[in-house]
């Protein structure tokens, strides 16, 4: 079976740029988690969604940080404007019980470099 | 104050040491506990769960300890291919139905 696949992989921008991040969650999964990870504060969680629906965004640093889960295969991480402190690893993970098992599913992340 | 937090180490350890690691947890209404193992520029991936009466998988213990809202895990006979970076983690009760990463302790096995 296929992992949860994000893309781009890599992503080096200028401040001001829009920026978006793909997830692909693994089929079955009906938990989907956008998490950041920085040196600085480690890994935290922006949103997460359950059955396409967001449950908790109280995560997401500001209202340049939207997410969407159109569908159950797709989900999008959007900033705009991006600016410097936005770099970071970002991962897109996904569960089939939640967080019953501690069993997240973790992509292989999109590294966001803001010139 | 962080909810979850370790010592971020490195911990440099000769091959067959054992070592152990400490994290610290400040919301008593944590559910579970879980390690997971982050190798670098890679994705993190489950290692263990933790269970009140401490549980074992091979070379890994996990122990909890509700009392002092802490959580270990210990490492014997270390090889070169533990070395990585160590997640704690927990899940609330209430609130927040998510997982609450801590920082990470990073682990380096020497030859």
């Known amino acids: 079976d296929a992992g949860v696949i994000q893309s781009p992989r890599h992503e080096v921008t200028e401040m001001g740029q829009e920026v978006t991040l793909r997830c692909k969650p693994i089929s079955g999964h009906d938990y989907l988690f956008w998490y950041r990870q920085t040196m600085m504060r480690g890994l935290e969680l922006l949103i997460y969604?359950?059955?396409?629906?967001?449950?908790?965004d109280s995560g997401m640093p500001e209202d340049r940080f939207s997410a969407k889960m159109p569908n159950a295969s797709f989900s999008t991480l959007k900033i705009q404007p991006s600016e410097p402190r936005d770099s970071a690893v970002y991962f897109c993970?996904?569960?089939?019980?939640?967080?019953?098992?501690?069993?997240?599913?973790f992509g292989e992340g999109s590294r966001l470099t803001v010139l | 104050r962080k909810e979850v937090e370790q010592d971020p180490g490195p911990f440099n350890v000769p091959e067959g040491a054992t070592v152990a690691f400490n994290c610290t947890y400040s919301?008593?209404?944590?559910?579970?506990f879980f390690w997971y193992r982050q190798d670098c520029r890679k994705e993190p991936k489950l290692l263990m769960s933790v269970y009140s009466s401490g549980n074992e998988d091979g070379r890994f213990t996990a122990q909890l300890n509700r009392a002092s809202q802490y959580i270990s895990l210990l490492i014997r006979d270390s090889k070169l291919s533990d070395s990585a970076t160590y997640l704690c983690v927990v899940n609330r009760a209430t609130g927040r139905r998510a997982l609450t990463f801590g920082s990470g302790t990073r682990l380096q096995v020497q030859p």
């Open positions: 969604f359950n059955n396409n629906v967001p449950i908790d």
């Open positions: 993970a996904s569960s089939r019980q939640g967080v019953k098992t501690g069993e997240l599913f």
């Open positions: 919301n008593s209404a944590s559910q579970s």
